[in-house]
């Protein structure tokens, strides 16, 4: 059994297929749709709210699942008995399974608490929620709405998504502010790029507000935004992007829990019948135990888990090399290595356009991570650059005979 119908529980079907298993598979998934690309929704799907673009309105969409699965779509786990082997379901039952995979996913932080789902800010008169947030396929439909009038916008999260989601709507012609309690993207990548990202954003007119942890206060048809410092902002529209939740309180009781974290080994193994991937798990990496909300984190993840319930310690662990990308602001960026970065890169190669170039950083543990702004470079030739430096982007010399 499958618990969770992101990508992770997709890439955990397929990969069981692939190593053999023709048994029995369900999945169990709280979202009524199909497994889709979740990235896209702050990036192509976000930038189409001006409707130029049909392969933006679906660039989300994966192909249907060809594993074969019976599906129980828009049905929440409730509950895991570990020594009855059965996973209790929200509104009544309970399923059987011999093997089981979590892949539960994770869920927005929120700033406000009131009536709505995860604890979402009050209603507008009209009934529209006064703080919106960014990880569904529905947030993204009702984000898109919203925007599409133009309000003035306040993005609270200087992360990816928050950055994401200000780049969007700025190109859909509202006026926006983001508020970030660091520099945009400095937690995530470092001072360097995080500086080229926010000179960039500014030259395309966003309003980047520091002054520390921000809260919400209603304030008639609008929201206000209040700083730490005192400041306070109003706008139509407050998009909060301050992070996620592991959702595990399905689990409890469970005994699988460490300090309210899923951990797994290095082959995704909790005990040997069940093993977890994705958002909800933290896994051994190079740099300690950590989780890794990232959709290709999810995808390794999940191809080592599902290898690692069938085939225990003969299965190969896992060696994780993050890769990130985003865009926005007219950058498009890929990384492969450990983030954020420290100072200036150690190697610096120009594109053909002046917004276009490759970098590369020595890490103080040995490793490499590598970036590509605007920079034509397949992924893999990027991993040999964050593996082996410069030379490994080098034609081998001719052998002599």
């Known amino acids: 059994m499958v618990v969770g119908n992101g990508?992770?529980?997709?890439?955990?079907?397929?990969?069981?297929?692939?190593?053999?298993?023709?048994?029995?598979?369900?999945?169990?998934?709280?979202?009524?749709?199909?497994?889709?690309?979740?990235?896209?929704?702050?990036?192509?799907?976000?930038?189409?709210?001006?409707?130029?673009?049909?392969?933006?309105?679906?660039?989300?969409?994966?192909?249907?699942?060809?594993?074969?699965?019976?599906?129980?779509?828009?049905?929440?786990?409730?509950?895991?008995?570990?020594?009855?082997?059965?996973?209790?379901?929200?509104?009544?039952?309970?399923?059987?399974?011999?093997?089981?995979?979590?892949?539960?996913?994770?869920?927005?932080?929120?700033?406000?608490?009131?009536?709505?789902?995860?604890?979402?800010?009050?209603?507008?008169?009209?009934?529209?929620?006064?703080?919106?947030?960014?990880?569904?396929?529905?947030?993204?439909?009702?984000?898109?709405?919203?925007?599409?009038?133009?309000?003035?916008?306040?993005?609270?999260?200087?992360?990816?998504?928050?950055?994401?989601?200000?780049?969007?709507?700025?190109?859909?012609?509202?006026?926006?502010?983001?508020?970030?309690?660091?520099?945009?993207?400095?937690?995530?990548?470092?001072?360097?790029?995080?500086?080229?990202?926010?000179?960039?954003?500014?030259?395309?007119?966003?309003?980047?507000?520091?002054?520390?942890?921000?809260r919400l206060a209603h304030h008639g048809s609008g929201t206000r935004v209040v700083l730490v410092d005192g400041t306070e902002l109003e706008a139509d529209l407050v998009v909060t992007a301050v992070g996620d939740e592991p959702n595990v309180g399905w689990l409890a009781g469970s005994s699988l829990l460490t300090g309210g974290s899923l951990r797994v080994d290095s082959r995704g193994r909790l005990r040997p019948d069940i093993v977890a991937a994705g958002d909800v798990a933290s896994f051994p990496t190079r740099r300690g135990v950590q989780r890794v909300p990232l959709w290709t984190s999810a995808i390794d993840q999940a191809k080592v888990a599902a290898v690692g319930l069938l085939q225990g310690d003969t299965a190969p662990e896992f060696d994780f090399q993050p890769y990130f990308w985003t865009e926005g602001f007219g950058l498009s960026l890929k990384s492969v290595g450990f983030t954020p970065v420290a100072g200036a890169p150690d190697y610096c190669e120009p594109g053909g356009s002046a917004d276009s170039v490759l970098l590369r950083w020595d890490n103080p543990d040995g490793s490499g991570t590598a970036a590509a702004i605007n920079y034509r470079i397949p992924v893999p030739k990027l991993r040999k650059l964050a593996d082996g430096g410069p030379a490994a982007l080098r034609p081998a010399a001719p052998a002599r005979v």
């Open 7 to 214: 990508i992770a529980g997709l890439t955990a079907c397929d990969s069981l297929r692939s190593a053999g298993f023709d048994g029995e598979l369900t999945v169990v998934g709280a979202e009524r749709h199909h497994p889709y690309s979740r990235p896209a929704l702050s990036k192509a799907l976000l930038h189409s709210v001006q409707g130029s673009s049909e392969d933006g309105l679906r660039a989300h969409e994966l192909p249907e699942p060809s594993h074969d699965a019976t599906e129980l779509l828009g049905v929440s786990a409730a509950g895991l008995d570990v020594d009855a082997r059965l996973v209790r379901l929200d509104g009544g039952g309970e399923l059987p399974y011999d093997g089981l995979v979590i892949a539960s996913g994770s869920r927005a932080k929120r700033l406000a608490a009131g009536p709505q789902q995860d604890g979402a800010g009050g209603p507008h008169q009209d009934g529209s929620p006064r703080e919106l947030t960014l990880r569904t396929l529905e947030d993204a439909i009702l984000l898109k709405e919203r925007v599409a009038s133009r309000p003035s916008v306040i993005v609270i999260g200087g992360g990816p998504l928050g950055m994401e989601v200000a780049s969007g709507c700025l190109a859909a012609g509202c006026e926006v502010t983001l508020v970030s309690d660091v520099g945009p993207l400095s937690r995530q990548l470092g001072e360097h790029l995080s500086d080229l990202f926010t000179s960039a954003a500014i030259g395309r007119g966003l309003r980047v507000v520091g002054g520390g942890k921000a």
